[in-house]
């Protein structure tokens, strides 16, 4: 996670300014917003608050987390669950990422709380990781440049949510709706590449669509 620092005035300390991982490339990425039938745009998430959650889904620890969260952890493999502005993607079958816009500190807590003394672990990762939104008619297109997964609605729908790749980097990818509208999970220091890589994938629909 970047921070830069400005002063707060006479006799006062630094304070330190909490930056996202893509600030810089902000005005690159509205710029290569392209609109119309062959529309695709790329904004980034900043600051989305995830924790990476693991307990046993059998375990009462796992019903006192579900009533915390008012969702309950999905049980296959992709699949996504959302109660307000919390979701819950699946990572594996005792593992879950759940992702808030609420404070990080307050969602870490409250989850091991309900975790209590049992068997599992409770860690924030907001800091890990930025997210990427990648919406409009050409986004699928954009994506099946570099990403190995089918994600014809046939076997990629809104709601799943799978860890794979986008052109070297790794990343969860989440469709949101069938706009069609996806979310890109990539750690921050892979973030830059990443969404130059998009913004370059972007470039052709800015022109007529070849016979």
């Known amino acids: 996670m970047a921070e830069t ?7 006062a300390g630094p304070v330190a300014l909490r930056t996202s991982p893509l600030a810089h490339l902000a005005e690159r990425m509205r710029a290569a917003a392209v609109t119309g039938a062959r529309g695709v745009a790329l904004t980034e998430w900043p600051f989305l608050t995830m924790v990476n959650l693991r307990v046993d889904p059998a375990s009462e ?3 006192r987390i579900e009533k915390v969260l008012g969702a309950l952890l999905p049980r296959q493999c ?3 669950t ?3 502005p919390r979701t819950v993607l699946w990572l594996g079958p005792d593992e879950w990422l759940v992702l808030a816009q609420a404070d ?7 989850l091991r709380e309900a975790l209590g003394s049992d068997p599992g672990s409770v860690v924030d990762l907001s800091a890990n990781r930025t997210t990427l939104e990648l919406s409009g008619p050409a986004a699928r297109q954009v994506l099946e440049k570099g990403c190995p997964l089918d994600l014809h609605p046939r076997s990629f729908a809104p709601g799943q949510a799978v860890s794979t790749t986008v052109g070297p980097v790794a990343v969860l990818l989440w469709q949101v709706d069938d706009a069609p509208t996806y979310r890109l999970f990539p750690r921050s ?3 830059d590449y990443l969404a130059r890589w998009l913004i370059d994938a972007m470039s052709e629909y800015r022109g007529p669509e070849v016979p």
């Open 5 to 11: 620092t400005f002063e707060t005035g006479a006799g």
């Open 189 to 191: 220091s892979f973030a």
């Open 61 to 63: 620890a796992a019903d």
């Open 78 to 80: 992709g699949h996504t």
């Open 82 to 84: 959302t109660s307000g």
């Open 104 to 110: 990080q500190y307050t969602v870490a807590a409250e």
